[in-house]
């Protein structure tokens, strides 16, 4: 009964977690592309958010799911690599790279106009690197401080450079400022206990002591170890 409801806590704990992780990703992410310009449908951000997400969560879940995911990732870039330059295509791939590269520094300085094509490119791009940073601060190692630090960051050039601000995005980021510190009490007040040392643990085989030893297993002391 004990085990039942710590995995439903378990269960519940991570779906606030996806939840905010989501959340965030996608303030972030519409923070940025209102700014650019881009066109983009919600519900298609929201999904591809979720998605990639939910692959974090499979490939991040433990280190062989990890190597297994890396050396996929080399055996698919390897096999691309090799059909590239056997097609005679490797070169104009690296163009067309190139091309993407610059269109974007060139829009964002405002020396460019707007592409489809790269604009759907780009918005894929971000949505897959902040889902990422977001898991990884939120689920994976949790820390309120980055995840304040990367939203002010975003918020502030834009405000300091004068490009359009969405304010329903830094309304959102402030509520998300709200339940992540509320994460952050709950996190350290769970995860962060002062250290309880058991008057009975035996710190030292070849320390011999005079005292009496009380049996009673529930006694505990805030001493530090070394002292008493």
């Known amino acids: 009964m004990l085990n039942s409801n710590y995995k439903k806590d378990e269960i519940f704990s991570y779906v606030i977690d996806f939840a905010l992780?989501?959340?965030?990703?996608?303030?972030?992410?519409?923070?940025?592309?209102?700014?650019?310009?881009?066109?983009?449908?919600?519900?298609?951000?929201?999904?591809?958010?979720?998605?990639?997400?939910?692959?974090?969560?499979?490939?991040?879940?433990?280190?062989?799911?990890?190597?297994?995911?890396?050396?996929?990732?080399?055996?698919?870039?390897s096999s691309?690599?090799?059909?590239?330059?056997?097609?005679?295509?490797?070169?104009?791939?690296?163009?067309?790279?190139?091309?993407?590269?610059y269109w974007n520094i060139d829009y964002i300085l405002g020396y460019d106009v707007i592409n489809i094509n790269y604009q759907y490119y780009t918005i894929i791009i971000l949505v897959l690197l902040v889902s990422l940073l977001s898991y990884i601060f939120t689920i994976k190692h949790f820390n309120f401080y980055v995840i304040i630090a990367g939203g002010i960051l975003v918020f502030t050039t834009q405000w300091i450079m004068g490009y359009n601000m969405s304010f329903t995005a830094f309304y959102l980021f402030v509520f998300l400022l709200i339940l992540y510190y509320f994460k952050h009490v709950y996190y350290y007040k769970t995860c962060n206990k002062p250290m309880y040392t058991n008057r009975n643990t035996k710190t030292n085989k070849n320390t011999k002591t005079n005292k009496n030893i009380n049996n009673d297993d529930d006694t505990i002391d805030f001493a530090g170890p070394g002292i008493f």
């Open 21 to 77: 992780t989501v959340m965030v990703s996608f303030n972030i992410v519409y923070a940025i592309i209102f700014t650019l310009g881009f066109e983009f449908h919600f519900i298609s951000i929201i999904l591809l958010i979720v998605i990639s997400v939910f692959l974090y969560s499979i490939i991040l879940y433990n280190k062989l799911t990890l190597i297994i995911t890396a050396a996929s990732i080399v055996i698919f870039t």
């Open 80 to 101: 691309l690599f090799i059909y590239l330059k056997y097609s005679m295509t490797i070169s104009q791939t690296i163009k067309n790279f190139l091309d993407f590269l």
